[in-house]
């Protein structure tokens, strides 16, 4: 930005484009949806520029002018989604912070703003987000199978369809602490590339990218609480804890995600040694993410690889 514009107009030029990003991702449809990605970017630039403070005045003068014209419910959650994880991002870049510090903060912030979001819906609304949601789910089903009635399927058929799509329902209901840590995950992912995007294109200093996905490691602690996942997941089930079994569950797909990455990292490393091309190797990705066998096969290859860490072991030998 030019040198000739005050800090206050900064502010203003900045908190204006906030507030039109929200317009356009409220009302333009299709298109809102990409727009949306954008809003973040703002409020990490004014708070880069002049500090958090003034991040966070922009970020409420935002929020207030996009209540007073869309209204509070959607402007709650632009702030939440982006503008708060905006703010703790540029907070994180002014400090000069490393990069998997700053990726870490913003989803962290982006985790407790999805769990702020569900309990101002739950107790001040009185809106259960989860009945909704499964509801919607339920709803959609429905028409489906009645599709698949006129059609001509067989009555046995469709019922033995309902009978499966109930366990995998009631399993979506006692996910809702990892569906908040995946929407909390994609929305500091989205912040995060839109802001070192923006800022490559104002040439402003952006925290180096994150290491190479082949030298990817997570520490232990995911082995304990896959072993503590499991324990639960018995005891909750044959006892009928239901707090328990929540807990471990969620946990249990938490390892499971994570030694699923880890378990990709291991093959991008062993591509890399091989000189896989990056066309090949997405094609090999892909093959495997459709696959159930190979997507377990690469799960326990991630979990024993975060216990030995086998390129380590490799170069120790080489």
């Not at 999805?114 to 509801?135: K, Y």
């Not at 309902?162 to 840590?181: D, G, H």
């Not at 500091?188 to 402003?204: D, G, H, P």
């Not at 995600?257 to 896989?276: K, M, R, T």
Request: net charge neutral; aromatic share 14%; hydrophobic share 55%.
């Amino acid at each position: 930005m030019s040198s000739k514009i005050t800090p206050t107009i900064e502010g203003g030029l900045l908190t204006a484009i906030t507030v039109i990003l929200g317009l356009a991702s409220t009302y333009l449809p299709i298109v809102g949806l990409f727009v949306e990605f954008f809003c973040a970017v703002p409020i990490v630039v004014l708070t880069v520029r002049q500090g958090a403070g003034k991040g966070f005045l922009a970020l409420i003068a935002s929020f207030l002018i996009l209540s007073m014209l869309i209204g509070p419910l959607l402007s709650l959650r632009i702030a939440l989604s982006f503008g708060i994880c905006g703010l703790i991002l540029g907070y994180c870049i002014e400090k000069n912070f490393s990069t998997v510090k700053c990726f870490l903060a913003t989803f962290l912030t982006a985790f407790a703003a999805q769990v702020v979001a569900v309990a101002i819906l739950t107790f001040a609304m009185e809106i259960n987000l989860m009945e909704v949601e499964l509801s919607s789910v339920q709803a959609t089903l429905e028409e489906t199978f009645q599709m698949y009635e006129t059609a001509g399927i067989d009555k046995q058929e469709v019922e033995k369809m309902r009978e499966q799509v109930k366990p995998a329902l009631q399993l979506v209901s006692y996910l809702m602490p990892l569906i908040l840590l995946l929407m909390a995950l994609i929305n500091a992912v989205i912040c995060y590339i839109t802001a070192r995007w923006i800022f490559q294109k104002l040439r402003m200093k952006f925290p180096e990218p994150l290491p190479n996905f082949a030298a990817w490691h997570f520490p232990k602690f995911f082995v304990y609480l896959a072993a503590f996942s499991g324990i639960g997941l018995y005891w909750g089930a044959t006892r009928e804890w239901n707090l328990l079994y929540t807990i471990s569950i969620n946990a249990f797909y938490t390892t499971g995600f994570i030694c699923l990455i880890q378990g990709f990292a291991v093959l991008s490393a062993i591509a890399d040694g091989y000189n896989l091309s990056k066309f090949w190797r997405r094609i090999f990705f892909i093959v495997i993410i459709f696959n159930k066998l190979m997507i377990d096969v690469v799960v326990f290859t991630g979990l024993f690889d975060i216990i030995f860490d086998f390129r380590k072991l490799s170069k120790k030998e080489d």
